[in-house]
C-alpha cells in the first residue's frame, strides 16, 4: 500500500522562526513529490520535485528531495502570520496515462505575532 | 489566472439520494481528478479521467461513484444512493500533463443527512 508520511502533525511557532517540515514516503512506480498550502479551501500548489538533491526555492519557502532516503524537507524560513495553513506532501506515482496522488494528512502551521 | 470551478460549493441531501458534484477544469487542460477530505482527515484520490475514460481510481470510487464529461466544459461526478459516510469536501483537479500539479478548484462540502 502506497505511504506518505508527515512529521510533525501540528507545530506552533512565533514570527520570524524557521521550520522544517518533514516527508516521507513509500509509493510504487514514483515520479514525482509535490507540495501543497491549504488554508480554508483548496490546496495552492508550492512545489514539484522530480529529482534528488535540487532544491527548489520561491521566496521564504524552499524544498529538497532524497530519492535515496525517500523523503522531502519543505523549509519556511522567517515565518509570518499568514504563513499559518495545513501543508499537504503528496506523490504522483504513475505508468503511462495512469496516474495517482498520494497525500500525507498535513502538517498545521500555526505561526503566532 | 485560470481557475478551477466547482458547484455548488455546499450540498445538502438525504441519504439514499443520488447527488451531482460539477466541476468546470481549466480549458486547456486534459487530465481532470477529483479528490475528497473526509473532516480532519486527509485528502484522499478518487478517480484520474483522460481522453472520455477513467485512467486511474481508487478502492474508495467504488460502483456508487461515477464520472462524467458530458460536454466540452463540464467534468462531473455523480455520487448514487448516498451514504453517511460520503459527507466530505469533494475536491475537483485538472492537469495539463500527466504527472505535473492539479489545479485544484474550492471544492464542494457534501453533507448527507
Known amino acids: 500500500e502506497d505511504k506518505v508520511v508527515q512529521s510533525p502533525l501540528s507545530l506552533v511557532v512565533h514570527e520570524g522562526d524557521t521550520v522544517t517540515l518533514n516527508c516521507s514516503y513509500e509509493?510504487?512506480?514514483?515520479?514525482?513529490l509535490l507540495w501543497y498550502k491549504q488554508e480554508k479551501k483548496a490546496p495552492t500548489f508550492l512545489f514539484m520535485l522530480t529529482s534528488s538533491g535540487i532544491e527548489k526555492k520561491s521566496g521564504r519557502l524552499s524544498s529538497i528531495l532524497d530519492k535515496k532516503e525517500l523523503f522531502s524537507i519543505l523549509n519556511i524560513t522567517a515565518t509570518q502570520t499568514g504563513d499559518s495553513a495545513i501543508y499537504l506532501c503528496?506523490?504522483?506515482?504513475?505508468?503511462?496515462?495512469?496516474?495517482?496522488?498520494?497525500f500525507g494528512k498535513g502538517t498545521l502551521l500555526t505561526v503566532n505575532p | 489566472e485560470p481557475e478551477v470551478t466547482q458547484t455548488p460549493s455546499h450540498q445538502v441531501t438525504q441519504m439514499g439520494q443520488e447527488v451531482i458534484l460539477r466541476c468546470v477544469p481549466i480549458?486547456?487542460?486534459?487530465?481532470f481528478y477529483w479528490y475528497r477530505q473526509i473532516l480532519g482527515q486527509k485528502v484522499e484520490f478518487l478517480v484520474s479521467?483522460?481522453?472520455?475514460?477513467?485512467?486511474?481510481k481508487s478502492e474508495i470510487f467504488d460502483d456508487q461513484f461515477s464520472v462524467e464529461r458530458p460536454d466540452g466544459s463540464n467534468f462531473t461526478l455523480k455520487i448514487r444512493s448516498t451514504k453517511l459516510e460520503d459527507s466530505a469536501m469533494y475536491f475537483c483537479?485538472?492537469?495539463?500533463?500527466?504527472?505535473?500539479?492539479?489545479?485544484f478548484g474550492d471544492g464542494t462540502r457534501l453533507s448527507i443527512l
Open positions: 483537479a485538472s492537469s495539463d500533463w500527466v504527472g505535473t500539479e492539479g489545479h
Open positions: 509509493v510504487t512506480n514514483f515520479r514525482s
Open positions: 479521467f483522460y481522453n472520455n475514460e477513467i485512467s486511474e
Open positions: 503528496a506523490v504522483i506515482n504513475s505508468g503511462g496515462s495512469n496516474y495517482k496522488l498520494t
Open positions: 480549458s486547456n487542460h486534459l487530465y
